[in-house]
């Protein structure tokens, strides 16, 4: 019996759910082989290479469907996540300074932009967006809880750079 690509993506994703990565792997390699795959195929099977660990694989599937749906946020995002976890921090914020061109209150990039800020030293980039995800973001919102402890760390290298005490966050800009 010869399964369809539909079949296939379902069968894939109910082994992803019970953790059979290894037969949902496989299911996916065989739609995505095909010249003209469904789209949603490759994003799957990009997080799952992701999942893995198989980033360069990741990363040409998301490309792939970034081809196609070049206007997808979410892919262009996991596009980046896949650079900043090869290590590749300046592609990585290249994709998400274009997603917040576009949409400037998208919590995962603002977050995530704001850590690679952090993470090269520059705080008040890190900071700025940190702030709009705290303004933009519900409290509810797993970014902005995130966001908050992000900026905690912030501000506590800060300080030890700088032997100020800072009361609050409104305070940082006169640092």
Do not use: C
């Not at 599937?61 to 206007?71: I, S, V």
């Not at 409290?139 to 800072?166: K, M, P």
């Amino acid at each position: 019996m010869e399964f369809d690509h539909e079949e296939l993506l379902a069968l894939a994703q109910h082994d992803i759910e019970q953790g059979d990565l290894e037969n949902a792997l496989r299911k996916l390699k065989q739609v995505i082989r095909h010249d003209l795959p469904p789209i949603n195929s490759l994003a799957i099977t990009a997080k799952l290479y992701a999942r893995l660990g198989l980033y360069s694989h990741a990363k040409v599937l998301y490309q792939r469907y970034l081809a196609a749906e070049p206007q997808s946020v979410e892919i262009a995002f996991e596009l980046g996540m896949v650079h900043f976890d090869m290590g590749d921090t300046e592609t990585a914020l290249s994709y998400w300074e274009k997603i917040l061109a576009e949409n400037p209150t998208f919590p995962p990039a603002l977050f995530y932009a704001a850590l690679a800020f952090s993470q090269k030293n520059r705080m008040a980039e890190a900071k700025r967006n940190l702030d709009v995800l705290l303004q933009s973001a519900a409290a509810d919102n797993l970014y902005f809880s995130r966001a908050r402890e992000l900026l905690q760390g912030i501000n506590t290298q800060i300080l030890r750079h700088t032997g100020n005490v800072l009361a609050s966050p409104m305070r940082l800009g006169s640092i």
